[in-house]
């Protein structure tokens, strides 16, 4: 898909005004013309309905000078305005991780999209990130114009308000999984804040829990489905994922409070939708925040394919809207890397399934073809060398291994997109002896850096010095999706398969 001169010209002005107060007009023509490349990158609050929605809203566009515009769905709902219940800005895609200047404060409210402040408080928060409950408030309020904490309190409703429209969750357990202490207090805030009870926006009530959980996310187009599950069937762990039919499935263990919820998940693509459709095991529901962030992480939902192919330029021309596949567990990722620089993918893949069985965790009652979720980094950290040399590691691959579970397990470091980019890719590359390869796709996978660049043979002398820094440059700040059309999701490779 091609942007027309005038969206090329309100993008443009859109991206100089990113980081201040929205341009009226500009983003007045953005909803004008319903474009989806601006879905989730503002909303539209209208003071004559007290509503507000997303810029691909499909009801009649208000007057502008009713208008208002907003960078969040927090920053709307703050200044007193309630979510649409036709366009459903819960649904909107959120930002990708260069969207906004400061990666402290787009890491924290990812942290809080997920959960983390259900459990936690703002200085845990702050201390995760590497930053002062003060410094974490002045950045977060300059980025998202609200505090770090009636962020979280949007995320909550939000994530409340879908489980009431797309689920048959009984209202205790949509309080529970949308993080609020008890009933009360949910009902409470959700009709202070909503001008309503729960109860209204249920056309049904069924008390039984169900045994799954449908969402839907939403993604900005184009999308380069069917490239994305080429890549990851063939990366994908037997047991542990299972690519058929379009859909991707995979089990899973999500810690919350110290329990640990072990479960399944699908994702479908609805491209009449622009959206993918997550069904996901009961048990997760106590952690669903938590999974929802990480399908949008894994399927990389949040990407601007119209920033990253305008500046891939041939190579986006070439298959338009390929996303780069992100990690529902980083150790998962480094397992993978420490493998393939010791055999072949194929025999890679038959390792990582036998260490899945040997040392994962069972999952019942999954769909056929799942059977157990790849063992946490603490469960790798209380291996011993000779249990993991017994499955064929070798015994460098095993030191590696076992020093960085055990590095992630003690929180020395984190394989998560949050975490410090420079002083992780630094005790990669030094404390556990990886080499540019390795360190780069963690980097791309389970860092989420857009910038990373794991090009070359794994297994051969080229991985470290076409890897990194050195090569790209002119796809910079994209490199990580130049990378996937330059080794293998290409149409030439899908075509041949």
């Known amino acids: 898909m091609h942007m027309s001169e005038s969206g090329q010209n309100i993008a443009g002005r859109c991206a100089r005004v990113r980081d201040m107060t929205p341009d009226r007009e500009t983003c007045y023509q953005a909803v004008l013309s319903r474009d989806r490349r601006f879905d989730g990158w503002f909303y539209v609050a209208v003071s004559s309905t007290g509503i507000y929605c997303r810029p691909v809203c499909p009801v009649r566009a208000p007057k502008l000078e009713n208008c208002t515009f907003y960078d969040s769905a927090a920053q709307a709902e703050h200044a007193g305005y309630r979510p649409c219940l036709r366009c459903r800005p819960e649904r909107a895609p959120g930002h990708g991780l260069l969207d906004v200047s400061s990666r402290l404060a787009q890491a924290a409210a990812e942290m809080i999209g997920a959960g983390f402040l259900n459990d936690a408080n703002l200085d845990d928060l702050a201390a995760r990130i590497g930053v002062t409950a003060r410094h974490l408030r002045r950045i977060f309020e300059a980025e998202f114009g609200v505090s770090p904490l009636d962020y979280a309190q949007t995320q909550r409703l939000l994530l409340a308000k879908r489980l009431l429209t797309e689920s048959t969750l009984p209202a205790a357990q949509v309080a529970l999984a949308a993080g609020f202490g008890s009933v009360r207090r949910f009902n409470d805030v959700f009709g202070r804040r909503y001008g309503m009870t729960p109860a209204r926006l249920r056309k049904q009530v069924q008390p039984a829990m169900p045994d799954t959980l449908t969402l839907e996310l939403g993604w900005r187009p184009p ?78 939902l949040d990407c601007r394919p119209d920033l990253v192919d305008a500046r891939l330029g041939d190579l986006g ?17 480094a397992a993978r890397c420490i493998a393939m620089r010791q055999w072949p993918l194929a025999q890679a893949r038959l390792w990582l399934r036998r260490v899945a069985d040997r040392f994962g965790t069972p999952v019942e ?26 499955t064929g590691l070798s015994e460098t691959g095993a030191r590696q291994l076992l020093t960085l579970a055990g590095d992630v397990a003690s929180g020395r470091v984190s394989l998560e997109p949050y975490a410090p980019l420079d002083d992780t890719l630094d005790h990669l590359r030094n404390a556990i002896g990886l080499d540019e390869w390795a360190v780069q796709t963690i980097a791309m996978r389970a860092l989420g850096w857009p910038n990373a660049f794991p090009v070359g043979d794994p297994l051969g002398p080229t991985a470290v010095l076409a890897s990194g820094a050195q090569g790209g440059a002119q796809w910079a700040p994209w490199r990580a999706y130049a990378a996937q059309h330059l080794t293998g999701t290409s149409a030439d490779r899908m075509n041949a398969a």
């Open 223 to 300: 999308f380069a489905w069917d490239a994305l599950l080429y890549g990851l069937a063939d990366h994908a762990v037997d047991g542990v994922e299972r690519i058929a039919h379009g859909t991707y499935a995979r089990t899973l263990v999500v810690s919350r409070d110290g329990h640990a919820h072990a479960g399944w998940l699908s994702v479908a693509n609805l491209p009449e939708r622009h959206a993918v459709r997550v069904t996901a095991s009961a048990t997760l529901t106590p952690v669903l925040a938590a999974v929802l962030a990480q399908v949008r992480r894994a399927f990389d």
């Open 365 to 390: 009652g999954a769909p056929a073809g799942l059977r157990v979720a790849f063992p946490s980094a603490s469960r790798l950290a209380r291996l011993r060398p000779d249990e993991l040399r017994a």
């Open 317 to 333: 021309r070439a298959m338009p809207g390929l996303r780069v596949p992100g990690a529902f567990d980083g150790i998962e990722i």
